[in-house]
DNA sequence: AAATCATATTCCTATCACGGAATATGCTTC
DNA sequence: GAAGCATATTCCGTGATAGGAATATGATTT
């Protein structure tokens, strides 16, 4: 992974945030889309993007899929993604979209605890 | 200065290698030229680039323009320059040029001194 | 197996970025 | 002021990218 691709994943502002919710801990695509309030679309194809490049990894569970940080990440990214946390801290919208996981992602634990069946009917977590 | 702005700034292998010797001081575009080993119309556009977005600076002095880091740096800026110097440390390309760079330096010193009429014909340094 | 849900992909369009060739600018020297 | 040098800009062609609409996939529920 070449640093330069490091930071073409850095330059869009979508990905940005998405980058900054996923260093909290893996999350569901439906979280993504009530946390950032943009169309299923964009959330999919940017996740699909940084998945491409080895970012991300998603695993599915039932109808759902969620995403993390890649388990093995260079030290490249390492010093990069430390440092897009250390500058999100104090821009709005990064701690917007902060505020909003964390409202959103306890009624939701079950999915990254991994047990789909005992699912609520839906994921539309709120 | 958008952070999205700086990873734009940051993604292409030739404005990373240009940042990179700025970080070691102000250099004249002849220098860059002979450091990186891309032809002219290529340095001259990056540059531009960047001091487009403020990133670097750049005076002129006699036939020759120097380039460098910006004198008031965002927080992000800082922290991204100082990302990338850590990461450029450890991989080949950023080295070479560093080294090059060394080589060159000393027999143009005095362009950055500011004194052109001392110059000798050319600056073609090496 | 039909309907429903969550997510992914395709198709299209508009925009933007890079690179190179050629040309322009601005300064200096003769 | 003409020539020469260092740098900048313009004008191309080409390829990448983002976004939206529509459609497809894959899993689940009834």
């Not at 801290?89 to 959103?104: E, G, Y």
Request: proline share 6%; charged share 25%.
């Amino acid at each position: 992974m070449e640093l330069v691709e490091i930071y073409e994943c850095l330059c869009d502002p979508t990905r940005l945030r998405l980058l900054n919710v996923l260093a909290q801990g893996p999350v569901c695509v439906c979280h993504f889309q009530d946390v950032l309030g943009e169309p299923q679309v964009k959330i999919s194809k940017h996740l699909a993007y940084l998945r491409a490049r080895g970012l991300v990894a998603s695993e599915r569970q039932g109808n759902w899929v969620i995403y993390g940080l890649a388990a093995k990440r260079s030290r490249e990214l390492e010093a990069n993604l430390a440092c897009l946390q250390e500058c999100a801290q104090s821009i709005p919208v990064f701690k917007r979209d902060l505020a909003r996981l964390k409202k959103i992602e306890p009624s939701c634990a079950w999915v990254r605890a991994g047990d789909p069946r005992k699912a609520p009917g839906q994921c539309r977590c709120g």
